[in-house]
């Protein structure tokens, strides 16, 4: 009650629209570069604060043309006062940042950029919201492409694309917004309520963050937040966890799994199904992978529910070509081929990635270090012919590598470990970057990761 008193008192008194308020937005990046644009056209009075200084001057100078105070390089003590209304966290701070310790302390309500946005959406607007460990960006995408081809009011936002503040001024009454949700985004949710919401699966990953397993799932539940039997929820009925923290909410439920077949999608004879009905032959998808038709089969019950004609559904599936980051293909080079798997940030997508190909793989592991351990990859490494391992977690890999009997080499950056691995390939080896872990050691975010790795690829004669 004492956290919430100011944001309750705000909504109770009709005066919670981001407008003449006094906002603190800590981190910059590009949830916070949006959030400051759309709150600077609203009358706020707006800190921007963000430790780096290596940040876009272009958008910095737009911010601070726009009246934004653009505070760089440090977290000084004196910025942050009781007389701010709200404190716009970027997903990515933990919540033990002593700026939001100082807010919770005098009762400054912390949100995030996704929160503040929700307030700003037209009415009626439909929200489809995807989280789970793994899959995501994949399935939200899908989701996105699978509406796009019956309705031309469908924006892509959150975690992938832009963030949902970048379309305030775009989105119109009756608009769908498909949005990738993270557990960064949901442990500072308020009122933020979806019209469908998508459960991938749960895994033991972000542990860091969340500080322990029963707390991450936990905030995950917080997708079906305020939802009723008017609401969807598709669960991923293989995954206990998943069953297990669905339970008691009260959304319609939808299930689906590649593994069992008593949901309303399966895998059977080849076939993606949907309630009985053979819907999609496998071998007519570009897209292989049983994880990757868990990902369809979430699309194929959201198009369905909402109205999308099946025969665009299908055409939509079955020529998807993949996400960016996410196993992409790169280029054949010499009867090599590369994949930038940027966005396996932990070993679960790396087992995924790997388990994906039965031909020898040459795979780039490393990142940033958060105590992880590379056991669970010991049973998935059958076609790893080599590890080329950098970063912070350079040396756990290469010591996991060496008591599996697996030749592994230590480099110092991507671009070393690249350039060895494609030196040292053969005739029909897989190059991989699949790296398990995150990229913050050495990178901003994992789409740079990808985009150097596909730079050096590409360089190569």
Same mark, same amino acid.
């Given at each position: 009650?004492?956290?919430?008193?100011?944001?309750?008192?705000?909504?109770?008194?009709?005066?919670?629209?981001?407008?003449?308020?006094?906002?603190?937005?800590?981190?910059?990046?590009?949830?916070?570069?949006?959030?400051?644009?759309?709150?600077?056209?609203?009358?706020?009075?707006?800190?921007?604060?963000?430790?780096?200084?290596?940040?876009?001057?272009?958008?910095?100078?737009?911010?601070?043309?726009?009246?934004?105070?653009?505070?760089?390089?440090?977290?000084p003590d004196d910025i942050l006062t009781p007389d701010f209304d709200y404190l716009i966290k970027n997903p990515g701070i933990r919540n033990d940042h002593k700026y939001v310790l100082y807010a919770n302390?005098?009762?400054?309500?912390?949100?995030?950029?996704?929160?503040?946005?929700?307030?700003?959406?037209?009415?009626?607007?439909?929200?489809?919201?995807?989280?789970?460990?793994?899959?995501?960006?994949?399935?939200?995408?899908?989701?996105?492409?699978?509406?796009?081809?019956?309705?031309?009011?469908?924006?892509?936002?959150?975690?992938?694309?832009?963030?949902?503040?970048?379309?305030?001024?775009?989105?119109?009454?009756?608009?769908? !917004?498909? %949005? @990738?949700?993270?557990?960064?985004? $949901?442990? #500072? +949710?308020?009122?933020?309520?979806?019209? =469908?919401?998508?459960?991938?699966?749960?895994?033991?990953?972000?542990?860091?963050?969340?500080?322990?397993?029963?707390?991450?799932?936990?905030?995950?539940?917080?997708?079906?937040?305020?939802?009723?039997?008017?609401?969807?929820?598709?669960?991923?009925?293989?995954?206990?966890?998943?069953?297990?923290?669905?339970?008691?909410?009260?959304?319609?439920?939808?299930?689906?799994?590649?593994?069992?077949?008593?949901?309303?999608?399966?895998?059977?004879?080849?076939?993606?199904?949907?309630?009985?009905?053979?819907?999609?032959?496998?071998?007519?998808?570009?897209?292989?992978?049983?994880?990757?038709?868990?990902?369809?089969?979430?699309?194929?019950?959201?198009?369905?529910?909402?109205? !999308?004609? %099946? @025969?665009?559904?299908?055409?939509? $599936?079955? #020529? +998807?070509?993949?996400?960016?980051?996410? =196993?992409?293909?790169?280029?054949?080079?010499?009867?090599?081929?590369?994949?930038?798997?940027?966005?396996?940030?932990?070993?679960?997508?790396?087992?995924?990635?790997?388990?994906?190909?039965?031909?020898?793989?040459?795979?780039?592991?490393?990142?940033?270090?958060?105590?992880?351990?590379?056991?669970?990859?010991?049973?998935?490494?059958?076609?790893?012919?080599?590890?080329?391992?950098?970063?912070?977690?350079?040396?756990?890999?290469?010591?996991?590598?060496?008591?599996?009997?697996?030749?592994?080499?230590?480099?110092?950056?991507?671009?070393?470990?690249?350039?060895?691995?494609?030196?040292l390939s053969e005739e029909g080896d897989i190059i991989l970057l699949s790296p398990a872990c995150a990229s913050w050691d050495q990178y901003k975010c994992f789409e740079d990761r990808g985009d150097e790795?596909?730079?050096?690829?590409?360089?190569?004669?």
């Open positions: 009650y004492i956290f919430f008193s100011k944001l309750w008192y705000n909504i109770v008194a009709g005066d919670y629209m981001f407008e003449n308020k006094k906002i603190f937005i800590l981190g910059m990046a590009r949830s916070g570069y949006e959030a400051a644009k759309v709150l600077a056209k609203r009358g706020n009075t707006i800190t921007l604060n963000d430790m780096s200084i290596d940040q876009d001057l272009d958008k910095v100078k737009e911010l601070e043309s726009l009246g934004v105070s653009v505070i760089l390089g440090s977290h302390k005098h009762h400054i309500p912390v949100i995030n950029e996704i929160e503040m946005a929700y307030h700003l959406l037209p009415k009626n607007v439909k929200i489809v919201g995807i989280t789970g460990s793994n899959g995501k960006t994949t399935t939200t995408t899908l989701i996105y492409e699978v509406l796009k081809n019956g309705s031309n009011n469908v924006h892509l936002t959150g975690n992938v694309g832009l963030p949902l503040s970048g379309f305030i001024d775009k989105i119109k009454e009756g608009d769908t !917004i498909v %949005i @990738e949700i993270a557990g960064h985004h $949901l442990a #500072n +949710f308020i009122d933020f309520k979806t019209d =469908i919401s998508v459960l991938t699966n749960l895994l033991p990953v972000h542990l860091d963050f969340h500080g322990s397993y029963e707390n991450y799932i936990n905030i995950k539940k917080r997708i079906f937040n305020f939802h009723t039997p008017k609401e969807l929820a598709i669960i991923n009925c293989g995954n206990e966890d998943c069953l297990k923290i669905t339970k008691d909410i009260k959304s319609t439920k939808m299930y689906f799994s590649s593994s069992i077949k008593n949901g309303d999608a399966y895998l059977e004879d080849g076939y993606i199904c949907y309630q009985g009905n053979k819907i999609i032959n496998t071998k007519d998808i570009i897209l292989k992978g049983n994880h990757n038709y868990e990902n369809m089969m979430c699309a194929l019950i959201v198009g369905i529910y909402m109205g !999308i004609d %099946i @025969e665009k559904i299908k055409y939509t $599936l079955t #020529n +998807f070509k993949g996400v960016e980051h996410r =196993i992409e293909f790169v280029r054949r080079l010499n009867e090599r081929e590369f994949y930038n798997d940027s966005k396996s940030t932990n070993n679960k997508a790396t087992q995924i990635a790997v388990s994906s190909f039965n031909r020898p793989i040459m795979l780039i592991l490393g990142g940033l270090d958060r105590g992880q351990s590379f056991d669970e990859l010991k049973d998935y490494m059958g076609n790893v012919k080599q590890i080329f391992c950098y970063g912070e977690t350079k040396y756990k890999i290469e010591s996991f590598a060496k008591e599996n009997n697996i030749a592994v080499t230590v480099l110092n950056n991507l671009e070393e470990a690249t350039k060895l691995a494609y030196s790795f596909k730079k050096i690829v590409n360089n190569f004669e």
